[in-house]
């Protein structure tokens, strides 16, 4: 099962390396992985979606977290109520037959176009898990060329 987890770390050199080195170590995949500074530019925010089969797993991440000297706080969104969002880009190749069909799907979902050439457009949603899979699923019929997502942000409510 995916667990969404936030770290708020001191901003210094080599902590992210030694994030993953824990996680490397120990054999824990990192599904994904957003980081930036905060209000503080001295401490940054991580979520990280990370995979644990059951809850003992995921109590040995976060003890492991918590060891490391620069870590300040562990927040594991799992049974918390928080809001989370993910950022989508997708090149999509489409041709004109199909441009009233595509330009429904992209209604439907809340994606926008961002840029249109010959051939292909690029588009963009922001959104939870569930609408950007709704997003990808109705694009597949058009042939996505290539897709980019960033990590999870999440935060309590």
Known sequence: MRHTISVLVENRFGVLARIAGLFSARG?????????????????YMTMVVEAEDEKILE???????????I??????????????????????????DKAKFENSIAKT????????????IIEMLGDQTEIKALLD??????????????????SK
């Open 28 to 44: 824990y995949n990192i599904a994904s992985l957003a980081v930036s500074e905060t209000m503080d530019p001295t401490i940054s």
């Open 60 to 70: 040995q991440i976060k003890k492991q977290l918590n060891k490391l000297i620069d």
């Open 72 to 97: 300040i706080s562990v927040t594991d969104f799992t049974k918390k109520a928080h809001v989370d969002r993910e950022l989508v880009l997708a090149k999509v190749s489409y041709s004109q037959k």
């Open 138 to 155: 109705s694009l597949k019929q058009f042939g996505i060329k290539e897709l980019v997502r960033s990590g999870r942000i999440a935060i």
């Open 110 to 121: 809340g994606a926008k176009i961002v840029q249109k050439t010959a051939g292909f457009v």
